[in-house]
């Protein structure tokens, strides 16, 4: 009997494209996922694939982005705790899959945000999806932290977990394949000097190494992807062609290694 697929779709800015690619790839090999969790950009992709977008669309969706068509400078920052607002990627977001709710997705889907007043991970698994996904991609400092359901203030949830693999255990799932786009940040990477840089490599730096530290996450791994998009940046939006294409190719590369997982 095939066993329950679940996808844990990381974090990723840009690089996440690489989740498209990926994404069509499994689609080409047959392969569909039963359940998906997703981080950040992961997030809007993992949505979007579970309210039925293909990847061939979401890819036409993202090719021509400019960073303006994401970015709403706030007229207050320090005030609304954000250099910018999230309105105009929702509103992409939203044409894309809709006002729907978790429950009317055709494929079960839970999503990580980071929780600033108590400190942890939180699941969000109810109530809006795209307003969801934009909490769990809220990266502090740059966005305004989002207000969703109880919780007040929620930024980035790959603050603390990037990759969310225990939630998909959580949801039943079997075998579990997890999609890391970031890898090593950690890795040496010449300074501006800018202030949001710098917070930027702050992020990267920490998220990185808690990301290393968390091996008991591995545990709940039957699959553990990297795809090796070197040192494109995760905050600029362009290369976007080469994420995907470096996303595709893991997914050809380990179709095989899936379909023996899951015993299909």
């Known amino acids: 009997m095939r066993k329950k697929l679940g996808f844990a779709l990381g974090a990723g800015g840009s690089r996440g494209v690489a989740h498209i690619g990926f994404l069509q790839a499994m689609?080409?090999?047959?392969?569909?996922a039963d359940l998906v969790a997703g981080?950040?950009?992961?997030?809007?992709?993992?949505?979007?694939?579970c309210a039925g977008i293909s990847p061939a669309k979401m890819r036409s969706e993202v090719g021509g982005l400019k960073l303006s068509d994401l970015a709403a400078l706030n007229l207050a920052?320090?005030?609304?705790?954000?250099l910018m607002k999230m309105t105009k990627i929702?509103?992409?977001v939203a044409?894309?899959?809709?006002?729907?709710t978790f429950d009317e997705l055709e494929i079960p889907f839970a999503?990580?945000?980071t929780d600033l007043i108590e400190g942890k991970t939180v699941v969000l698994d109810s109530g809006n999806v795209v307003d969801a996904t934009?909490?769990?991609s809220s990266i502090p400092g740059a966005f305004t932290p989002a207000k969703f359901g109880p919780y007040k203030m929620l930024v980035d949830g790959g603050i603390l977990e990037r990759v969310p693999t225990r939630v998909l255990?959580?949801?039943?799932?079997?075998?579990?394949?997890?999609?890391?786009v970031l890898g090593n940040l950690a890795e040496e990477k010449q300074a501006t000097g800018h202030l949001i840089d710098t917070v930027l490599r702050c992020i990267d730096i920490m998220d990185t190494h808690t990301t290393r530290r968390k091996q008991e996450q591995r545990k709940y791994v039957d699959l553990w992807l990297e795809p090796p998009l070197g040192s494109m940046d995760q905050y600029k939006v362009k290369d976007m062609d080469f994420a995907y294409g470096k996303g595709y190719e893991t997914g050809v590369n380990n179709a095989e290694k899936i379909r023996e997982l899951i015993g299909s």
Do not use: H
């Not at 689609?27 to 569909?32: L, P, T």
């Open 90 to 92: 929702r509103k992409l």
């Open 39 to 49: 981080c950040s950009m992961g997030a809007v992709v993992g949505a979007c694939y």
């Open 169 to 180: 255990k959580q949801m039943g799932a079997e075998v579990i394949v997890a999609v890391d």
């Open 134 to 136: 934009l909490a769990s």
């Open 77 to 82: 920052p320090f005030r609304q705790n954000g």
């Open 111 to 113: 999503c990580v945000a």
């Open 95 to 100: 044409a894309l899959i809709g006002e729907r």
């Open 27 to 32: 689609r080409e090999a047959g392969i569909c």
